[in-house]
T-cell receptor
Framework: GAVVSQHPSWVICKSGTSVKIECRSL??????MFWYRQFPKQSLMLMAT?????????EQGVEKDKFLINHASLTLSTLTVTSAHPEDSSFYIC???????????????FGPGTRLLVL | QKEVEQDPGPLSVPEGAIVSLNCTYS??????FMWYRQYSRKGPELLMY????GNKEDGRFTAQVDKSSKYISLFIRDSQPSDSATYLC???????????FGKGNQVVVIP
């Protein structure tokens, strides 16, 4: 149990286009999902916290208009990178917290990540 | 000062050796401590979770926390090539969504 999927797993796009990444909790409901960014050999950097039915909470320094987050249901959150540029190339990982914790309440279950390359 | 410090230096060990990984954290108010394992090009998976000082064992893995020193460790006994991965420590507060992650330690177990 506690599986999180991401789609697509990788994407290559031209500079100036927008890219949408989906994060789904497959076997549990998640009122809270998180979006991280990870550069090579670096740690996870929290970008924003996505709350079902309300606006996302962005970390300091993360542009809200650049990284649009929508958490429309208890199992789906989307991250849209708008007008992508080469510096947006990175590994984007989502995680989800089970709304009805069965074990460790604070556990975040991570998706497999989406590798974005902007040319 | 970073919330969590973890020396990212790659660590190579022969198969069967004990792997020792460490993190320090700056805020004594952190309440729970985790270790995640991340294989190349994959998302992290939770290995160990603990909230009190002392040792917690799970198979070949032992998580150790020393709250007085703000120091957490992960030990892997009888290391296997399949243990080759990046190991990230993470700390958090109850009731707060944020986890603070270390940079991660890349471990290579040589057959």
């Amino acid at each position: 149990g506690a599986v999180v999927s991401q789609h697509p797993s990788w994407v290559i796009c031209k500079s100036g286009t927008s890219v949408k990444i989906e994060c789904r909790s497959l076997d549990f409901q998640a009122t809270t999902m998180f979006w991280y960014r990870q550069f090579p050999k670096q740690s996870l950097m929290l970008m924003a916290t996505s709350n079902e039915g309300s606006k996302a909470t962005y970390e300091q320094g993360v542009e809200k208009d650049k990284f649009l987050i929508n958490h429309a249901s208890l199992t789906l959150s989307t991250l849209t990178v708008t007008s992508a540029h080469p510096e947006d190339s990175s590994f984007y990982i989502c995680s989800a917290r089970d709304s009805r914790p069965r074990g460790v309440q604070e556990t975040q279950y991570f998706g497999p990540g989406t590798r974005l390359l902007v040319l | 000062q970073k919330e969590v410090e973890q020396d990212p230096g790659p660590l190579s060990v022969p198969e069967g050796a004990i792997v020792s990984l460490n993190c320090t954290y700056s805020n004594s108010a952190f309440q729970y401590f985790m270790w995640y394992r991340q294989y190349s090009r994959k998302g992290p998976e939770l290995l160990m979770y603990t909230y009190s000082s002392g040792n917690k064992e799970d198979g070949r893995f032992t998580a150790q926390v020393d709250k007085s020193s703000k120091y957490i460790s992960l030990f892997i006994r009888d290391s296997q090539p399949s243990d080759s991965a990046t190991y990230l420590c993470a700390v958090g507060f109850y009731g707060n969504n944020r986890l603070a992650f270390g940079k991660g330690n890349q471990v290579v177990v040589i057959p």
